[in-house]
C-alpha cells in the first residue's frame, strides 16, 4: 500500500512538473510573439515617420505613409464640399501633420481629444506647415489605396 502511494506521489510529482514546463514554453512563445509583432510595428512606425520626413524635407506629395503620432490639437471639421475632421499630430521626430478625415466616407473619432494616440494610413500631402495627410478610408470606387486610422483599438476607414 506505502508503495502504491508513493508511486502515485512520483506519478503527480512528474506530471505536475512537465505541465509546469510547458507552461513555461508556452508563456516564453507568448512573449517571443509579442516582442516581434512589437518590433515589427516600432519598424513599421519608424520607417513611417522617416517616409514623412523624407517627404516634408524634399517636398513631395502623393506619397502613401503609414505612421502613429500624438493628437497635438483637434480642430474644426471642414464642411465644405466633402466633410472632413481635421486635427494635427505631432510625430515622435517633431514633424507635426494635418490629418484630413472624410466623413461622409468613414466614421468620424467622436472621442478625439488633444494627447491621444492616433495611428494612420494615407496619402502624405506637402505644405510648408509640415504637411498633410487625407486618404484615411476606403475609396467606394476600388481604385485608391485603402487609408485608415486607428484610436484607442478601433479602425476607421
Excluded: C
Excluded at 517616409?51 to 474644426?76: C, P
Excluded at 478625439?112 to 475609396?139: C, I, P, Q, R, S
Amino acid at each position: 500500500m506505502i508503495k502504491l502511494l508513493l508511486v502515485i506521489v512520483i506519478a503527480v510529482v512528474y506530471t505536475a512538473y512537465n505541465f509546469s514546463g510547458i507552461d513555461q514554453v508556452a508563456s516564453a512563445k507568448q512573449s517571443l510573439v509579442q516582442d516581434v509583432a512589437e518590433r515589427a510595428t516600432s519598424a513599421a512606425v519608424t520607417a513611417g515617420e522617416q517616409a514623412i520626413s523624407e517627404a516634408f524635407q524634399s517636398r513631395n506629395s502623393n506619397v502613401l505613409v503609414e505612421a502613429t503620432g500624438r493628437v497635438d490639437k483637434v480642430l474644426a471639421d471642414d464642411n465644405q464640399g466633402s466633410r472632413h475632421q481635421r486635427f494635427i499630430v505631432k510625430l515622435d521626430n517633431g514633424i507635426t501633420v494635418l490629418i484630413a478625415h472624410n466623413i461622409d466616407l468613414a466614421s468620424r473619432i467622436d472621442s478625439l481629444k488633444a494627447g491621444d494616440e492616433v495611428a494612420f494610413k494615407g496619402e502624405y500631402e506637402w505644405n510648408a506647415k509640415g504637411g498633410l495627410v487625407h486618404w484615411t478610408h476606403h475609396d467606394p470606387q476600388g481604385q485608391h489605396v485603402a487609408g485608415w486610422l486607428r484610436h484607442n483599438g478601433q479602425t476607421y476607414q
